[in-house]
């Protein structure tokens, strides 16, 4: 008899489920996904048929409301993108990037900006209150703002994702000490964290919900995995909403047109310049996708 269970940990072709009785089961899948070119990632909801004690196999994935690519996880009611505010340097771009990523894939998103204690993160938090994200201010070194996020995080499941080196594993580490994620200094000559993440894998929270540890990434990765047509990308700036509509000309790109209202919200101060000027440089991308990195 089938099983219901929540995958909270993937590697090496192993799928590690969590069943209603509070068991986790090591599981191989159905070569069947494999011909249907889906693969059972963390997070998802999945149907798991025992083979022998502790072990099974995943035998039906149940319909996902949201995914990710990279990082693999699915089903997530939280993205938390983590911006160090000093080593390394904020990347608005890659940050706008990512926030235009979970709007696309209808996951509510939310930033979180390091290391307060060594640079005032609040230009950068300015911007994005001022879009309407939740920002939260940590520093893990003072314990800043922890209890903040900790609170925000309850009874979600949420994936935290940030490039290597913002100190993403320091503030989990924080927010739950039982996690005793590794982490590893900034190299000097390269500016950036070792990779110290290896996997996605779920961690289950006292007060309800999930948190996922997620690899670093780079923005090529972002680029090869997760693609936003032209067409969609104005749904995914939600501060363009008040005025996409209202341009004069219909199937405006808000990028230089006479009569755009969105331009016209950017000199007025109403829509952050930081903000347009990461549209352009994605709406460019989005230009030059070809028919191949959609399949």
Known sequence: MAKEGLIVRALSGFYYVKTGEG???????????RKQEISPCVGDRVELEETGEGKGQVVAILPRKNSLVRPPVANLDLLVLVVSSC????????????????????????????????????????????????VFVVSSETGEGVEEVRAFLSGKLCAFT???????????????????????????????????????????QPGGGYIADTPGFSAVDLERFQVIL??????????????????????????KEKGC???????????????????????????????WELK
């Open 23 to 33: 068991q986790e089961v090591e599981c191989r899948a159905r070569g069947l996904f």
């Open 87 to 134: 080593e390394p340097l904020p990347n608005l771009l890659v940050l706008d990037k990512l926030l235009a990523i979970a709007e696309c894939q209808n996951i509510p998103p939310a930033i979180v900006l390091t290391k307060s204690d060594l640079e005032d993160p609040s230009p950068v938090a300015d911007i994005y209150r001022k879009v309407g994200y939740p």
């Open 162 to 204: 940030g490039n290597t080196g913002v100190g993403k594993s320091s503030l989990l580490n924080r927010i739950d000490p039982r996690l005793s994620i590794e982490t590893a200094q900034i190299s000097q000559k390269l500016g950036r964290g070792r990779h110290t993440t290896r996997h996605v894998q779920l961690y289950e």
């Open 230 to 255: 032209k067409e969609d990308l104005e749904l995914c700036f939600p501060e363009f909403e008040p005025y996409r509509t209202k341009c004069r000309f219909t199937g405006c790109s808000h990028t």
């Open 261 to 291: 209202a969105v331009l016209a919200a950017v000199e007025a101060g109403e829509i952050p310049k930081s903000r347009h000027e990461s549209y352009l440089s994605l709406y460019e991308d989005a230009k030059n996708i070809k028919e």
